[in-house]
């Protein structure tokens, strides 16, 4: 019988720090799925077709699965080494955000401009599709940076009064040049200046728990290099489509973008 926490706080650790999460199997939101003793193999776990990080916890298997902002409340199957179980996902309802972009570009693109995009979304797409094999022993992170942060994630997005995809990031507020860190040990995946999110950086936790930081005044790493908690990968910027200096920060598992706010601790107080 699978047993999947839900709406609760779970400890997971960071380094030798324990700080508590909200599991919430929600639309963006996270599922963990207690799969049994440690003592065994650890079994292989997919939800929509795609592998979900394993990790130990308190002696047993806990699988983690993001789950899609477009996914519709009720039960989905999670196959466990094949055999067929569900997590129940809860409804939930995202805010609307309306946005005045001045140039115009970013609404409306020429082909080269799109072309451009479809090059660089190959790029994102390959890394938040990949999964990197390697022991896990949490999904918890530091803060990249200590600013305002706003609820935003999953807002339905309205440019110039267009309507595009929802918001799939959290931004947090900071000034051009302040350094961003790695909020937990990874292999830096990918590097570049996007259209849309200027420069970027892309975080590998391994098996397909991966982090980005957009709109960035400069990188500090290279790609396929690897990085520890609290090492510097950039500096907040206001590069690609943005209003302000700011950082965009996305949390991905299994390919989807789940809310940032998930796995980061209590903002510190002005």
Same mark, same amino acid.
Request: glycine letters at 10%; charged letters at 20%; aromatic letters at 8%.
């Given at each position: 019988?699978? !047993?999947?926490?839900?709406?609760? /706080? ?6 030798? &720090?324990?700080?508590? =999460? ?7 939101? $996270?599922?963990? =799925? ?15 077709? !795609?592998?979900?990080? /394993? ?15 477009? *996914? ?5 199957? /999670?196959?466990?080494?094949? %055999?067929? %179980?569900?997590? *129940? ?17 970013? #609404? ?30 949490? #999904? ?7 600013? !305002? ?26 000034? *051009?040049?302040?350094? $961003? ?16 999110? @200027? ?19 400069? =990188? ?6 690897? #990085? ?13 489509? /943005? &209003? ?5 920060? @996305? *949390?991905?598992?299994?390919? &989807?973008? $789940? ?12």
């Amino acid at each position: 019988m699978i !047993k999947c926490f839900s709406w609760l /706080v779970a400890l997971l650790l960071i380094g030798n &720090t324990a700080q508590a =999460i909200e599991v919430s199997p929600r639309p963006g939101g $996270v599922a963990m =799925i207690e799969l049994g003793s440690a003592s065994l193999p650890p079994p292989r776990v997919t939800f929509n077709d !795609k592998p979900l990080l /394993v990790m130990a916890k308190d002696g047993h298997w806990v699988a983690v699965a993001g789950i899609p902002l477009d *996914t519709e409340p009720g039960e989905w199957p /999670v196959l466990i080494n094949g %055999q067929e %179980q569900s997590v *129940t996902v809860a409804a939930h309802t995202y805010r609307e955000q309306r946005i005045t972009v001045e140039n115009e570009s970013f #609404v409306t693109q020429s082909q080269e401009q799109l072309d451009r995009i479809f090059r660089e979304r190959k790029i994102i797409d390959s890394v938040l599709g990949s999964f990197r094999d390697v022991p896990i022993d949490g #999904v918890a992170l530091a803060a990249p940076i200590n600013g !305002k942060r706003s609820p935003s994630f999953g807002y339905r997005r309205y440019f110039n009064d267009q309507p595009r995809s929802p918001h799939k990031g959290m931004d947090i507020a900071g000034k *051009t040049g302040d350094p $961003v860190i790695a909020p937990r040990a990874a292999l830096v995946a990918a590097t570049g200046d996007y259209f849309f999110n @200027g420069n970027t950086v892309l975080l590998d936790h391994g098996q397909g728990f991966v982090t980005m930081y957009c709109h960035l005044s400069e =990188i500090s790493v290279e790609k396929g290099e690897t #990085v520890d908690v609290g090492d510097i990968i950039g500096a907040v910027g206001a590069t690609g489509r /943005v &209003t302000g200096p700011h950082l965009h920060f @996305g *949390t991905y598992l299994n390919g &989807t973008a $789940v809310d940032p706010a998930i796995f980061l601790p209590p903002p510190v107080s002005d």
